[in-house]
């Protein structure tokens, strides 16, 4: 079974800058995608990226394009969440996520992914 392991959240003013790492183990398949999600407190969890496991496909939630940056190190199985200019809402607990196969980078919001780390808190003040 693929573990997921996030890291990297913590407390920023608004403005700054945070990494998130998600890095995985035992994985057994070649193909797949990775997606970063969040959600705080009393709201469905939101699709914020995700990227085709070679980094060619990519795909953005609207609400963070231009401020966040998602990339891939496949040396290190790890994939990250660069978020730059952040906002008091981008408070949340971030989850990274993979999705065994091939998928269009259109579809990625809607996928079901297959296995889920277990969290990192980001917490944005104003």
């Known amino acids: 079974?693929?573990?997921?392991?996030?890291?990297?959240?913590?407390?920023?003013?608004?403005?700054?800058?945070?990494?998130?790492?998600c890095a995985a183990s035992r994985l057994t398949f070649s193909r797949y995608v990775m997606g970063w999600f969040r959600q705080t407190p009393g709201k469905d969890r939101e699709f914020v990226a995700a990227i085709s496991w070679g980094g060619g496909s990519i795909a953005y939630a609207d609400s963070v394009k231009g401020r966040f940056t998602i990339s891939r190190d496949n040396a290190k199985n790890t994939v990250y969440l660069q978020m730059n200019s952040l906002k008091?809402?981008?408070?949340?607990?971030?989850?990274?996520?993979?999705?065994?196969?091939?998928?269009t980078a259109s579809s990625y919001p809607d996928l079901e992914f297959d296995v889920w780390g277990q969290g990192t808190q980001v917490t944005v003040s104003s």
């Open 88 to 103: 008091p809402e981008d408070t949340a607990v971030y989850y990274c996520a993979i999705k065994r196969g091939y998928y």
């Open 1 to 21: 079974q693929v573990q997921l392991v996030e890291s990297g959240g913590t407390l920023v003013q608004a403005g700054g800058s945070l990494r998130l790492s």
